[in-house]
């Protein structure tokens, strides 16, 4: 019998914590607009994980949401304004962001949305012009 590992992360002000359990579906970074814009940042460091492995353990009611569109259902606290994931339902996954699980061991292994970006990164991994085939996109590279 295995014992998946667990791993604790939380709002900026803590009103909000949760668990991440096991192992992410994929770990990477994002550079498309909604994220930079939402994130404020040049790009976004994100681990995706099923559904079933992230748990609210404290602070649900003070988790607000915001979809500017359907693949995207962005969540943050209302306490703080703390930034800690997004759910893709098309995709069946939840993007917890890096930042917000502090002892994980964050091992990015590809770029999406590489076009799009503002701050180029070459660091050799895999750049795509969008996401992977197996998650809906065209799973084309962009050079480096």
Not at 100 to 119: C, K, M, N, R
Request: glycine share 10%.
């Amino acid at each position: 019998m295995s014992i998946q590992k667990s791993y604790k992360g939380s709002c900026f002000c803590g009103a909000v914590e949760f668990t991440v359990s096991g192992e992410p579906a994929a770990m990477g970074y994002c550079h498309c607009e909604s994220c930079r814009h939402w994130s404020a940042a040049p790009v976004n460091a994100f681990t995706l994980w099923k559904p079933e492995a992230v748990q609210v353990t404290r602070g649900a009611e003070n988790i607000g949401t915001y979809n500017k569109t359907p693949q995207s259902f962005r969540k943050w606290c209302k306490h703080c304004g703390g930034h800690i994931f997004t759910e893709h339902p098309g995709m069946g996954l939840i993007d917890v962001y890096a930042a917000v699980i502090p002892d994980f061991a964050y091992s990015p292994g590809v770029h999406v949305h590489y076009q799009e970006t503002h701050l180029r990164i070459k660091d050799g991994l895999p750049k795509l012009k969008d996401v992977p085939s197996e998650l809906g996109g065209s799973g084309v590279s962009v050079d480096e």
